[in-house]
Protein backbone atom coordinates (compact mmCIF):
# COMPACT_ATOMS: atom_id res chain seq x y z
CA UNK A 1 0.00 0.00 0.00
CA UNK A 2 1.54 3.48 -0.92
CA UNK A 3 1.65 5.88 1.74
CA UNK A 4 2.96 8.83 3.59
CA UNK A 5 5.14 8.40 6.20
CA UNK A 6 6.65 11.47 8.93
CA UNK A 7 8.94 10.37 11.15
CA UNK A 8 9.53 13.26 13.87
CA UNK A 9 12.55 12.98 15.84
CA UNK A 10 14.45 15.35 18.04
CA UNK A 11 17.45 15.99 16.21
CA UNK A 12 18.61 16.00 12.68
CA UNK A 13 20.92 13.02 12.92
CA UNK A 14 18.37 10.48 13.87
CA UNK A 15 16.28 11.72 11.04
CA UNK A 16 19.58 10.85 8.82
CA UNK A 17 19.93 7.14 10.27
CA UNK A 18 16.01 7.14 9.80
CA UNK A 19 16.15 7.88 6.22
CA UNK A 20 19.14 5.12 6.31
CA UNK A 21 16.96 2.45 7.67
CA UNK A 22 14.29 2.92 5.23
CA UNK A 23 17.14 2.25 1.99
CA UNK A 24 18.28 -0.23 3.94
CA UNK A 25 14.97 -1.96 3.82
CA UNK A 26 13.69 -0.72 0.27
CA UNK A 27 17.41 -2.81 -0.56
CA UNK A 28 16.18 -5.89 1.56
CA UNK A 29 12.63 -5.66 -0.79
CA UNK A 30 10.61 -5.23 1.99
CA UNK A 31 9.55 -1.57 0.97
CA UNK A 32 9.72 1.00 -1.73
CA UNK A 33 10.71 4.44 -1.14
CA UNK A 34 9.51 6.72 -3.98
CA UNK A 35 11.02 10.09 -2.51
CA UNK A 36 11.75 11.40 0.86
CA UNK A 37 12.62 14.79 2.07
CA UNK A 38 13.97 15.74 5.58
CA UNK A 39 13.24 18.59 7.49
CA UNK A 40 13.89 21.06 10.53
CA UNK A 41 11.80 24.00 11.87
CA UNK A 42 14.01 26.64 13.44
CA UNK A 43 12.93 28.91 16.38
CA UNK A 44 11.58 31.20 13.97
CA UNK A 45 8.91 28.70 12.84
CA UNK A 46 10.39 27.94 9.23
CA UNK A 47 10.51 24.74 7.45
CA UNK A 48 13.68 23.96 5.63
CA UNK A 49 14.16 21.16 3.57
CA UNK A 50 18.08 19.74 4.69
CA UNK A 51 17.49 16.81 2.41
CA UNK A 52 15.76 15.42 -0.47
CA UNK A 53 15.82 12.16 -2.60
CA UNK A 54 13.07 10.46 -4.96
CA UNK A 55 13.11 8.87 -8.48
CA UNK A 56 12.51 12.69 -10.50
CA UNK A 57 14.46 15.76 -10.61
CA UNK A 58 13.97 17.61 -7.54
CA UNK A 59 11.37 20.55 -9.86
CA UNK A 60 8.77 18.04 -10.38
CA UNK A 61 8.56 16.17 -6.68
CA UNK A 62 6.00 18.57 -5.86
CA UNK A 63 3.42 16.37 -7.56
CA UNK A 64 4.64 13.69 -5.09
CA UNK A 65 2.80 13.51 -1.47
CA UNK A 66 6.27 14.43 0.21
CA UNK A 67 6.31 17.51 -2.01
CA UNK A 68 2.42 18.40 -1.23
CA UNK A 69 3.18 17.18 2.44
CA UNK A 70 5.85 20.18 2.45
CA UNK A 71 3.82 22.74 0.70
CA UNK A 72 1.29 22.52 3.26
CA UNK A 73 3.64 22.29 6.65
CA UNK A 74 5.93 25.13 5.37
CA UNK A 75 2.91 26.91 3.71
CA UNK A 76 3.18 28.42 -0.28
CA UNK A 77 6.16 30.55 0.66
CA UNK A 78 7.06 29.11 3.79
CA UNK A 79 9.72 27.31 2.78
CA UNK A 80 13.19 28.62 4.03
CA UNK A 81 16.12 29.91 1.88
CA UNK A 82 18.33 27.16 3.05
CA UNK A 83 15.51 25.05 0.85
CA UNK A 84 16.53 23.88 -2.46
CA UNK A 85 14.88 25.67 -4.93
CA UNK A 86 13.54 23.41 -7.37
CA UNK A 87 11.89 21.43 -4.65
CA UNK A 88 10.57 24.45 -3.05
CA UNK A 89 8.85 25.25 -6.13
CA UNK A 90 7.62 22.01 -6.80
CA UNK A 91 5.94 21.62 -3.42
CA UNK A 92 4.51 25.20 -3.45
CA UNK A 93 3.27 25.16 -7.11
CA UNK A 94 1.39 21.86 -5.85
CA UNK A 95 0.10 23.12 -2.23
CA UNK A 96 -3.65 23.69 -4.08
CA UNK A 97 -3.42 20.00 -5.44
CA UNK A 98 -1.93 18.70 -2.59
CA UNK A 99 -2.60 14.69 -1.57
CA UNK A 100 -2.25 15.03 2.03
CA UNK A 101 -5.25 16.00 4.34
CA UNK A 102 -5.39 19.20 6.40
CA UNK A 103 -6.11 16.93 9.94
CA UNK A 104 -2.71 14.46 9.19
CA UNK A 105 -0.93 18.24 8.37
CA UNK A 106 -1.86 19.46 11.65
CA UNK A 107 -0.74 16.95 13.42
CA UNK A 108 2.76 16.83 12.19
CA UNK A 109 3.02 20.25 12.50
CA UNK A 110 2.33 20.26 15.94
CA UNK A 111 4.73 17.72 16.83
CA UNK A 112 7.51 19.29 14.47
CA UNK A 113 8.29 21.37 17.43
CA UNK A 114 11.07 24.39 16.79
CA UNK A 115 14.55 22.47 16.75
CA UNK A 116 13.22 19.01 16.17
CA UNK A 117 13.80 17.47 12.48
CA UNK A 118 11.25 14.90 10.29
CA UNK A 119 11.55 11.99 7.96
CA UNK A 120 8.75 12.63 5.98
CA UNK A 121 8.98 9.75 3.06
CA UNK A 122 6.57 8.57 0.35
CA UNK A 123 6.47 4.37 0.90
CA UNK A 124 4.77 1.41 -0.85
CA UNK A 125 4.87 -0.92 2.17
CA UNK A 126 2.56 -4.20 2.81
CA UNK A 127 3.13 -4.29 6.33
CA UNK A 128 3.88 -1.13 8.56
CA UNK A 129 5.73 -3.56 11.15
CA UNK A 130 8.74 -3.80 9.86
CA UNK A 131 9.66 -0.56 9.40
CA UNK A 132 8.20 0.57 12.90
CA UNK A 133 10.25 -1.92 14.21
CA UNK A 134 13.37 -0.97 12.72
CA UNK A 135 12.46 3.04 13.45
CA UNK A 136 11.35 2.52 16.98
CA UNK A 137 15.08 2.60 18.79
CA UNK A 138 15.41 5.94 17.44
CA UNK A 139 12.52 7.30 19.18
CA UNK A 140 10.97 9.28 16.70
CA UNK A 141 7.00 9.81 16.24
CA UNK A 142 5.18 7.99 14.08
CA UNK A 143 2.79 9.51 11.03
CA UNK A 144 1.51 7.26 8.40
CA UNK A 145 -1.12 7.69 6.38
CA UNK A 146 -2.67 5.65 3.25
CA UNK A 147 -2.41 7.80 -0.07
CA UNK A 148 -5.53 6.00 -1.38
CA UNK A 149 -7.38 7.05 1.65
CA UNK A 150 -6.19 10.58 1.49
CA UNK A 151 -7.17 10.92 -2.72
CA UNK A 152 -10.79 9.27 -1.43
CA UNK A 153 -11.20 12.23 1.35
CA UNK A 154 -9.52 15.07 -1.23
CA UNK A 155 -11.89 13.57 -4.42
CA UNK A 156 -15.46 13.69 -1.67
CA UNK A 157 -14.49 16.96 -0.52
CA UNK A 158 -14.12 17.87 -4.07
CA UNK A 159 -17.60 16.14 -4.59
CA UNK A 160 -18.99 18.21 -2.14
CA UNK A 161 -17.95 21.59 -3.15
CA UNK A 162 -18.73 21.06 -6.75
CA UNK A 163 -22.59 19.74 -5.64
CA UNK A 164 -22.82 23.32 -3.48
CA UNK A 165 -21.43 25.22 -6.10
CA UNK A 166 -24.33 23.72 -8.53
CA UNK A 167 -26.86 24.41 -6.17
CA UNK A 168 -26.10 27.82 -5.61
CA UNK A 169 -26.07 28.40 -8.98
CA UNK A 170 -29.16 27.01 -9.99
CA UNK A 171 -30.92 29.65 -7.09
CA UNK A 172 -29.08 32.32 -8.07
CA UNK A 173 -30.65 31.31 -11.74
CA UNK A 174 -34.24 30.99 -10.08
CA UNK A 175 -33.97 34.32 -8.36
CA UNK A 176 -33.16 36.28 -11.55
CA UNK A 177 -35.80 33.80 -13.49
CA UNK A 178 -38.12 35.30 -10.69
CA UNK A 179 -37.03 38.87 -10.96
CA UNK A 180 -37.25 39.22 -14.91
CA UNK A 181 -40.91 37.32 -14.47
CA UNK A 182 -41.76 40.11 -12.17
CA UNK A 183 -40.80 43.06 -14.22
CA UNK A 184 -42.88 41.77 -16.61
CA UNK A 185 -45.71 41.53 -15.24
CA UNK A 186 -45.22 44.69 -13.81
CA UNK A 187 -45.04 46.39 -17.52
Not at 127 to 149: H, M, N, Q, W, Y
Request: hydrophobic share 45%; charged share 25%; no cysteine.
Amino acid sequence: MERILVVVFGSGSKAHEASHILHDLEDEGVIRVYAEAIVTRDTRDAITAISTQGPMPEGAMGATAVGSMLGMLAGPAGLAAGAIAGFALGAATDFAHARVDDEFVHDVASSLEPGKAALVAEIQEDFSDPVDARLKPLGGFVFRRPLSEIVDTEYEQRVTAFRAAVARLKAERARRSTARKTRAGAR
